[in-house]
């Protein structure tokens, strides 16, 4: 069974950084592209951020480029999410997601605010 466990999230000051941590379990990483995700209070749940399964493509949402960067770690089972330059408009519930054999599977989350 698929699982994504986020962690890294909490409360950090404008201009700050944060790294989040996508641990997955019940199937082998290397197999799957991957992306992170996140919505804010009233908001839709908007794509921020995808790799490729191999790692050798990225793509970013205009409003993180620049700021953000996607990793993977196939022999830790994880996907990371380097924040910087937070700003408080970054302030969102950050998930991350997986189409496992065309299910997607998300995790739980992890609350990201960035305080002015």
């Known amino acids: 069974q698929a699982r994504l466990v986020e962690s890294g999230g909490g409360l950090v000051q404008s201009g700050g950084a944060l790294r989040l941590s996508c641990s997955v379990s019940?199937?082998?990483?290397?197999?799957?592209?991957m992306s992170w995700h996140r919505q804010g209070p009233g908001k839709e749940r908007d794509l921020v951020a995808s790799?490729?399964?191999?790692?050798?493509?990225?793509y970013y949402e205009d409003f993180v480029k620049g700021r953000f960067i996607i990793s993977r770690d196939d022999a830790e089972s994880t996907v990371y999410l380097q924040m910087n330059s937070l700003q408080p408009n970054d302030t969102a519930v950050y998930y991350c997601?997986?189409?496992?054999?065309?299910?997607?599977?998300w995790g739980q989350g992890t609350q990201v605010t960035v305080s002015s």
């Open positions: 997601r997986v189409n496992f054999w065309g299910r997607v599977v």
């Open positions: 019940g199937f082998n990483l290397s197999y799957f592209a």
């Open positions: 790799i490729s399964k191999s790692g050798d493509s990225t």
